[in-house]
């Protein structure tokens, strides 16, 4: 079993779709939680980063986390063209920031 | 702010050939990061640096060595190219303790080996 799992779809949702990306994990250890977007042939740039269990919301996106499940998610409401991407959950079990494990991308089609 | 600067973004080399990828940060990180991303293999790491003057090997360092030049350089090395190493790499660096665990990435190197 891989340490992160994700589906890679493709996923494609006509525009002003709720969105639901998942991640699920192993390592009870994981403490810090992020979400990447990448755009096509461009680097992943941070989306959102979370502490622990909880929500965090930010505009259009909201992330959650479940410990308890190993569960992690981001939504995206009133989804637009632009945010075809690839998606990455990635977490860390320290606060040093030297174990980074990343999930391998869900890509995402948004269509107009 | 530049945040995260790699070159080259493209370079083709022979099998055998050597190279250098530089990475530089400006956010005064202390963790650098050198990664490869492949076709449904993810993001893997290949070597990190906590901090100056110290490196450590990642999932896949076979083939590849690194210098932590000073807190903003992290360079890698293919020192005999091999067409396995045909990738996108990315340099990534990320704060720790007081300044935040999130990883902040470069715009990648595309690399063909042929």
């Known amino acids: 079993q891989k340490e992160v799992e994700q589906d890679p779809g493709p996923l494609s949702v006509p525009e002003g779709a709720i969105v639901s990306l998942n991640c699920t994990y192993s390592n009870s250890a994981f403490q810090y939680f992020m979400w990447y977007r990448q755009y096509s042939r461009k680097g992943p740039e941070l989306l959102m980063y979370?502490?622990?269990?909880g929500n965090k919301e930010d505009g259009r996106f909201t992330a959650q986390v479940d410990k308890s499940s190993k569960y992690i998610s981001l939504f995206i409401r009133d989804s637009q063209p632009s945010d075809s991407a690839t998606y990455l959950c990635a977490m860390s079990d320290d606060n040093y920031g030297q174990n980074f494990v990343f999930g391998p991308g869900t890509r995402l089609s948004v269509l107009p | 702010n530049a945040g995260v600067t790699q070159t080259p973004k493209f370079q083709v080399l022979k099998t055998g050939q050597s190279m250098t990828l530089q990475c530089a940060q400006d956010m005064n990180h202390n963790s650098m990061y050198w990664y490869r991303q492949d076709p449904g293999m993810g993001l893997r790491l290949i070597y990190y640096s906590a901090s100056e003057g110290t490196t450590d090997k990642g999932e896949v360092p076979n083939g590849y060595n690194v210098s932590r030049l000073n807190k903003r350089e992290f360079s890698l090395r293919l020192e005999s190219a091999a067409p396995s190493q045909t990738s996108v790499y990315f340099c990534?660096?990320?704060?720790?303790?007081?300044?935040?665990?999130?990883?902040?990435f470069g715009q990648g190197t595309r690399l063909t080996v042929v």
């Open positions: 979370t502490y622990s269990s």
């Open positions: 990534a660096s990320s704060g720790w303790g007081g300044q935040g665990t999130e990883a902040f």
